[in-house]
């Protein structure tokens, strides 16, 4: 007689497996396009115009901006797998085939953010892969490198889940990228150190957990930050704390789900 | 055994629509239950409720004794649902929607695999087991509704209006597979617009209007209420002459068609005797209406005259 352990352990799995197969299945949408688009980042700022800005904290500015941009795209990825793929559940009202099955909201919640960690990390390892087409990637401080990834990928998913509880139409999911993920992310250090911005800006940047992120991981491939790691790691996890505890909340109510 | 008890449940809409008025509702084990009611009665509203896919305001659902709101995980393992409208995703294929939905149950997929492949067969879906399901026609998606409910071995099965726009043939199918799965053990909750259907396949039945249960009693209690039926005859011959029926109101619509009221004290053997005296050959004769369909339109009717 299967335990509830082994119940609950089926049921996280199948949950998983559907979402890797969903993205695997549609990958000229979900894989192809970060390639793309990333190479396209790295030829045209970090070859053409990083020729001519020079070095930046010690290293050519392709190498610079590298862990930025893998980065930039395991967090839009991450967060976009959750968002459409938990909005399109409840577009086509498949959503109900999980809601009255026997399982509880957390395994819900965990099963689709961890489908958003395996798309992001899936697009982490091929933007690496094209980057080392550029430039030269040498790791300096694994452990940091790969948790930062993992938790910056749980943050976004979280972002993704909440924003499709709440979406009431394709368009509303992509306000949140457009409006305020894109810009954050611009803005979050991946192209230049908040050292270059006058003071004011560089107190602001602060305020952009997203810094905190690609200083991190800037930290574990290159050793430079303009962050404390410590303080990024403290900040992200704050981050994942909320964010999971109001997506639980949501999903317990009903939000968006429920009549 | 309760398969089903629910007990003042209550619940009002966002919007001030009150659906259920604190119903109360027995189902036993092993049932064949058909819960009726005009639209908007309350039928997916009670149903939405015992599947968690609507907050009630206030009540108690419990399934065959595990309360659904401190018991939640055990209720809904014994519950399967074919809801109204089509919820699959639609790009996803037949067998792997039955699979997923085993393991939410938490069947791995070497025991998902053997019993979606049994249900595609009974279903006659395997052939389009690799089909992704938007590709199923109308009829193949609602016997996949019925495969993914039935995935896990539920006790209860709810079916909401499963025969919804189905042919006559594939609707008699689904009949008779529904009674081989009651006949089995599976205790069944059927809510219907087809009163035939209920009429032939349920043993209980419960009327549900404007948020309250108006009957809720044994199916042949209930059409033993009917104090007169309406036949209509075919005749072997065109009538020429007057036609004369004692104590029996006949209408003549056609040439060779008669529609006869008998009352429930009356004898069908009289109406016989009377017309073979007069020389007249009936070759053919049914109800004019289902039967239970006067009987639900004379309850409905006596709530909206309150």
């Known amino acids: 007689m299967p335990t509830q352990r082994q119940h609950h352990w089926v049921a996280l799995s199948t949950l998983l497996t559907r979402e890797i197969r969903r993205f695997i299945r549609i990958w000229p949408q979900t894989l192809l396009p970060p390639a793309i688009t990333m190479t396209l980042y790295f030829v045209i700022f970090g070859n053409l115009i990083g020729q001519r800005i020079g070095e930046m904290s010690g290293f050519a500015y392709i190498e610079y901006i590298a862990p930025g941009i893998i980065m930039m795209a395991v967090i839009n990825n991450a967060y976009a797998n959750v968002a459409s793929s938990f909005f399109s559940a409840k577009f086509q009202n498949h959503i109900e085939e999980l809601l009255i099955a026997p399982i509880p909201n957390h395994l819900i919640l965990a099963g689709y953010v961890m489908g958003g960690v395996a798309r992001g990390l899936l697009v982490g390892i091929i933007v690496t892969i ?15 490198t790969l948790s930062m990834v993992i938790l910056s990928a749980v943050l976004f998913s979280l972002g993704g889940f909440i924003n499709a509880i709440y979406g009431k139409s394709f368009d509303q999911i992509a306000i949140i990228p457009t409006f305020i993920l894109t810009p954050l992310t611009y803005l979050g250090g991946i192209f230049y150190s908040i050292d270059l911005l006058p003071e004011f800006w560089q107190q602001a940047s602060l305020f952009n957990p997203i810094l905190y992120m690609v200083n991190a991981f800037r930290y574990g491939i290159l050793g430079v930050s303009d962050i404390p790691v ?4 403290g900040v ?3 981050f994942i704390v909320g964010l999971a505890s109001f997506a639980l909340y949501l999903l317990n109510r009903g939000t968006g789900l429920r009549h | 055994m309760k398969a089903l008890s629910i007990q003042q449940l209550s619940k009002v809409y966002d919007n001030g629509i009150k659906a259920l008025d604190s119903i109360d509702l027995d189902v036993e084990q092993g049932d064949f239950f058909a819960l009726l009611g005009p639209n908007g009665a309350g039928k997916s509203t009670t149903i939405g409720v015992i599947t968690s896919l609507i907050t009630k305001n206030s009540g108690q659902v419990t399934v065959f004794g595990h309360d659904l709101d401190t018991e939640t995980e055990l209720a809904k393992s014994h519950l399967g649902l ?7 995703n639609g790009f996803e294929q037949v067998k792997a929607i039955l699979i997923t939905q085993a393991g939410y149950y938490g069947m791995p997929a070497h025991e998902g695999e053997p019993r979606a492949d049994k249900l595609l067969h009974q279903l006659g879906l395997w052939e389009k087991r690799d089909t992704p399901s938007r590709a199923l026609s109308g009829g193949m998606k609602r016997r996949l509704m019925i495969a993914r409910a039935l995935i896990h071995n539920p006790k209860l099965l709810i079916l909401d209006e499963p025969t919804a726009g189905v042919d006559i043939e594939l609707r008699r199918s689904m009949w008779g597979f529904l009674q081989d799965i009651n006949d089995q053990g599976t205790t069944i909750i059927l809510t219907t617009h ?3 259907e209920a009429e032939n396949l349920c043993r209980n039945i419960a009327i549900i209007d404007q948020g309250n249960i108006v009957e809720n009693t044994d199916m042949k209690s209930l059409l033993n209420r009917l104090d007169k039926e309406v036949f209509i005859l075919d005749l072997a011959e065109p009538l020429t002459t007057e036609l004369k029926l004692d104590n029996m109101h006949i209408a003549k619509i056609g040439s060779s068609t008669l529609e ?13 005797t009377n017309l073979s005296e007069q020389g007249i050959t009936v070759t053919s ?19 909206v005259d309150k």
């Not at chain 1, 410590?230 to 790691?233: E, H, P, R, V």
């Not at chain 2, 074919?82 to 699959?88: A, I, K, M, R, S």
């Not at chain 2, 006869?260 to 016989?272: G, R």
Request: without cysteine; charged residues 20%.
């Open chain 2, 194 to 196: 087809y009163l035939e």
């Open chain 1, 230 to 233: 410590g303080l990024a790691f």
């Open chain 2, 285 to 303: 004769m049914k109800n004019k209406a289902n039967r239970l369909e006067a009987l639900f339109l004379s309850l409905v009717e006596k709530t």
């Open chain 1, 130 to 144: 094209v980057a080392l087409f550029f430039t030269k990637l040498h790791v300096q401080h694994l452990f940091i």
């Open chain 2, 82 to 88: 074919v809801p109204q409208e089509f919820n699959f």
């Open chain 1, 236 to 238: 992200i996890m704050l």
């Open chain 2, 260 to 272: 006869v009221e008998i009352k429930k004290e009356q004898a069908l053997n009289d109406l016989f």
